[in-house]
């Protein structure tokens, strides 16, 4: 019988942890609701661009305003459905990997500042209560899939790749976050601004390439950025 402190410290204790994390997450508390919410304006747009009967023109303005164009969510909920997926599946599976990521990303993070896993663990449980956080319309973790929940799983994905030393790696969340909800990625593309601005004054003198090649680093989701808008 496998004995407590080992179960922590095998490689099966973080999926089976975060598995029942995500489990927990969608029958009690946030919970799971499907076109609710801020789905009833932004899917519109979605709807109609799959059967063009469903809504009028002159219907859509305002959920185009809300849903915002510069945004690849509603593309790729199309691409799918467009495959045969249906609508109500593709949004709970989307839900599960994106809270399977929220919370993964949050482990390392809390594992990066503690270097104790049970700790770590331990402080997954209070977000499975959703933070309201400030300036925005949103909580840290939502019952309805939405572009806030999209964009945040990938914001946390990147700062915690970003702090295991995976600059290269990070940068590709950091900029598929953006196409999904800008607002909610410019924080972290602030963060990324000055920490590659930090990582470069600190070797600039003595390792010239090495400051070269962190620019160039971290310029990646700006530019990836840039052409999005374009």
């Excluded at 459905?81 to 993070?109: E, H, M, N």
């Excluded at 700790?119 to 899939?145: D, M």
Aim: aromatic fraction near 18%.
């Amino acid at each position: 019988m496998i004995s407590t402190s080992k179960f922590f410290a095998s490689r099966a204790f973080l999926p089976i942890f975060i598995s029942a994390l995500v489990l927990f997450s969608l029958t009690v508390t946030p919970g799971y609701e499907s076109f609710s919410s801020d789905q009833t304006m932004s899917f519109p747009p979605l709807l109609r661009s799959l059967d063009p009967s469903l809504f009028s023109e002159h219907d859509l303005p305002h959920a185009r305003m809300i849903s915002s164009e510069w945004s690849l969510v509603n593309d790729v909920l199309a691409f799918f459905v467009r495959k045969g997926v249906s609508l109500l599946w593709l949004l709970f599976i989307l839900t599960v990997i994106l809270r399977a990521v929220f919370f993964s990303a949050l482990y390392y993070l809390f594992l990066y500042f503690t270097e104790d896993r049970l700790r770590a663990a331990f402080f997954l449980l209070f977000f499975l209560s959703p933070f309201f956080i400030p300036g925005t319309g949103h909580v840290t973790l939502e019952a309805v899939f939405n572009y806030h929940t999209f964009s945040l799983s990938l914001c946390l994905l990147y700062l915690a790749l970003y702090l295991a030393g995976q600059r290269l790696a990070s940068t590709l969340p950091l900029a598929l976050a953006f196409t999904m909800h800008a607002i909610s990625a410019l924080p972290f593309f602030v963060f990324h601004a000055f920490a590659a601005l930090r990582e470069t004054w600190l070797v600039i003198r003595s390792e010239p390439l090495n400051a070269l090649r962190i620019i160039l680093v971290g310029l990646l989701p700006f530019a990836a950025g840039i052409v999005f808008i374009a």
